[in-house]
């Protein structure tokens, strides 16, 4: 039965946050890959920003819940009883009809762009399990472990996607720091393995090898994304996700061991073979990021699925520093675009 959190909310209104992320290797955390070749022991590496997105919850009226995001013009509200999981908000009124819970407006804010393909959504979907679970528990109910959180949160997302949700952007936004995830979704005790690559030490020095820029053009990964899945299961593209797979399975010792140029190199790798097997994953001006980058040798490539969205380099301190310059320059030109200054985040959702 469905419950009322209206007159709890009054008293106190409850806020989640968690970090974005970057990735490589992604998309090799989507089940049709990874589950038909599990092995070749398909992995991802992703790294958690402070680029935190946060989640609100306060009162709105019996029966209602009320949904809000900085970067879209229009709220929704809708009873709960008769809420869509395919709107704009879909997703978290299907996380919020999951607990039963109603009588609340929820406001999401985030440190970076809307649509900046750093896994905002899902990474909002973790914040709001996160507050829902604390509701849960002030009403007397269950509340998730960490563990649990990722659970439901890629689950929900994967329904209301219709398969074709990984799980790499939501486990950042749960633990955070720079892992390395091995997808083994034939295992029925758990559908990864997160292996830790740097501690507290080698992430604050990652960051400063680390450059991001938001290329001022949103982008929408699910369309994307069913591209390049039906693109692997043709056969058409599946070789080359291979190679991409072994690339980063090269890049995770090398980010372990704080071999900046290196990792540069490796990253530079995957970029190559990314341009073979999903060429719609660069726009102009994110061509022209990835190309600077590679001219002075670091390495670079789109964040999540691209095709807008964000771009990010890795390389030797002196030569992230030419680029910052160089990117400034370039971003000055586009409507919308900037650097986005930020740091490896070691805490997840909180």
Not at 216 to 245: A, C, K, P
């Amino acid at each position: 039965m469905p419950s009322s959190v209206r007159h709890m909310l009054q008293r106190k209104p409850i806020e989640a946050s968690a970090p974005c992320r970057l990735d490589a290797g992604g998309t090799w955390d989507i089940k049709a890959l990874a589950l038909p070749l599990e092995g070749i022991e398909p992995v991802t590496i992703n790294i958690a920003l402070s680029l935190r997105t946060r989640v609100i919850l306060s009162a709105y009226k019996e029966g209602w819940v009320r949904i809000s995001s900085d970067g879209f013009s229009r709220d929704e509200s809708h009873p709960l009883a008769s809420a869509p999981f395919n709107s704009t908000f879909g997703l978290f009124f299907a996380a919020i009809s999951h607990f039963g819970l109603h009588g609340m407006d929820l406001r999401i804010k985030s440190d970076s762009p809307a649509k900046a393909a750093l896994g905002g959504s899902s990474t909002a979907l973790i914040a709001l399990i996160k507050a829902l679970s604390k509701l849960a528990g002030l009403l007397g109910k269950k509340t998730l472990s960490l563990r649990e959180i990722l659970h439901v949160g890629y689950h929900l997302e994967d329904g209301v996607s219709l398969g074709g949700c990984g799980i790499q952007d939501q486990a950042a936004a749960a633990y955070g720091g720079v892992n390395l995830w091995k997808w083994r979704y034939g295992d029925k005790g758990s559908p990864y393995q997160r292996v830790r690559l740097l501690d507290a030490g080698g992430q604050k020095e990652m960051s400063k090898h680390l450059l991001l820029a938001y290329s001022g053009r949103s982008h929408t990964s699910l369309r994307t994304n069913r591209s390049w899945i039906n693109d692997f299961l043709s056969g058409e593209t599946r070789n080359g996700w291979i190679e991409v797979n072994e690339v980063v399975k090269a890049l995770a010792p090398a980010i372990k061991q704080r071999a900046w140029g290196e990792a540069a190199r490796l990253l530079r790798d995957e970029m190559a073979l990314r341009r073979k097997i999903t060429p719609d994953a660069l726009i102009p001006v994110t061509e022209t990021l990835v190309t600077q980058a590679e001219k002075i040798g670091c390495g670079a490539r789109f964040a999540g699925a691209g095709a807008g969205g964000s771009a990010w380099a890795l390389g030797e301190l002196d030569r992230i520093g030419r680029l910052r310059g160089i990117w400034e320059t370039t971003l000055k030109s586009v409507k919308g675009a900037s650097l986005l200054h930020c740091r490896i985040e070691s805490v997840g959702v909180r």
